[in-house]
Structures are given as structure tokens and as C-alpha cells.
């Protein structure tokens, strides 16, 4: 099914080298807001940067790839130092696709890691890459991303009981 997720994750935070190997992992396609910062944050939510640290030590290639112009995208990847592609086009897989082939990893051996699953994960799905949803680090109150939620909520059943809502 085209909606459903490889894997359903907490966080990227959960994502460890045990993980890694069990799945034949070297790299990673990873979306932003709500994945790796908050929505429009220009900050990485905490632990973030350890955890990307921790996979830098372990060889994995990774590359953000985010919906968002390049004038939002820019500066926390760059703070992240993880190289990135704007205006991702999520979820056709030009975006993907294109970081797959910058990082030279192998389909089989990449992820796509995201929040959403009409944007992150149909465009791994798509692309025939395995994919992971993660939560986000907070649920957003603005009535788009309750919308999107619940219209998600309708293929994929997801529990927000223990999120914290912001």
C-alpha cells in the first residue's frame, strides 16, 4: 500500500545502530520540519545534533530533502552540516530520487525518514525506497497541520495520545 510506512518510528532519535544494521542501512533521505526541527524553527529540536553526530561516526550518508524553499531550508541544514535539496517536490520523487544519487547510495539501503504521509512517504513509497514515519517532536495547533493529521488519520491510524501538543 502506497500510504503505508516501512517503518513507524517516535523519532529519528530512535533510529540507532542496531536499527541500522537489522535493515541493511547506509543512508538516509530525511525530511525537516517536524522531523528534525519544528515547523518554520531554526533550530534542531533537542538531540537532534547528537544523533547526527552518532550517524556521521557510523558511515551513514545523509541528505535533507524538505518541501520548503531554499531560504528555509538553508540555514538549519547548514547549522546541521548536512547537505540538502530544497523545493522537494515531495511527494513525486525528483527530490529523493536526486539525493539518493548525491550521496551514491544504493535504493535498497536508504530510508526515507518524515512526518507525513501524503509528502515523505509516498515519495519514498514511490521512489521504491523503504520509508519511516516518525512523530513529530509537537503537535502544531494551526488548523492546516489538524487537517492534515486527521486526513491522514483516515489511511494510517496514529496515536498522539503522549505528544505534546504546541
Known amino acids: 500500500m502506497l500510504f503505508k510506512p516501512t517503518f513507524w518510528l517516535k523519532s529519528v532519535l530512535a533510529i540507532d545502530e542496531e536499527f541500522l544494521k537489522k535493515n541493511g542501512v547506509k543512508a538516509l533521505v530525511l525530511d525537516m520540519d517536524n522531523t528534525l526541527s519544528m515547523h518554520g524553527d531554526p ?80 515519495a519514498g513509497n514511490f521512489a521504491g525506497i523503504r520509508t519511516v514515519l516518525v512523530e513529530p517532536f509537537h503537535l502544531e495547533n494551526k488548523w492546516t497541520f489538524k487537517f492534515k493529521r486527521k486526513i491522514e488519520s483516515l489511511v494510517f491510524k496514529r496515536d498522539y495520545s503522549d505528544l505534546e501538543l504546541k
Do not use: H, Y
Open 43 to 122: 533550530k534542531a529540536e533537542a538531540g537532534v545534533e547528537d544523533w547526527l553526530d552518532k550517524m556521521r561516526k557510523l558511515g551513514i550518508k545523509m541528505r535533507v530533502v524538505s518541501n520548503n524553499t531554499i531560504k528555509r531550508v538553508k540555514p538549519l541544514a547548514n547549522a546541521l552540516g548536512l547537505d540538502f535539496t530544497a523545493n522537494g517536490a515531495k511527494p513525486l520523487t525528483f527530490g529523493v530520487n536526486r539525493a539518493v544519487k548525491a550521496m551514491g547510495a544504493k535504493k535498497a539501503e536508504t530510508l526515507v525518514i518524515g512526518d507525513q504521509i501524503f509528502t515523505d512517504i509516498l
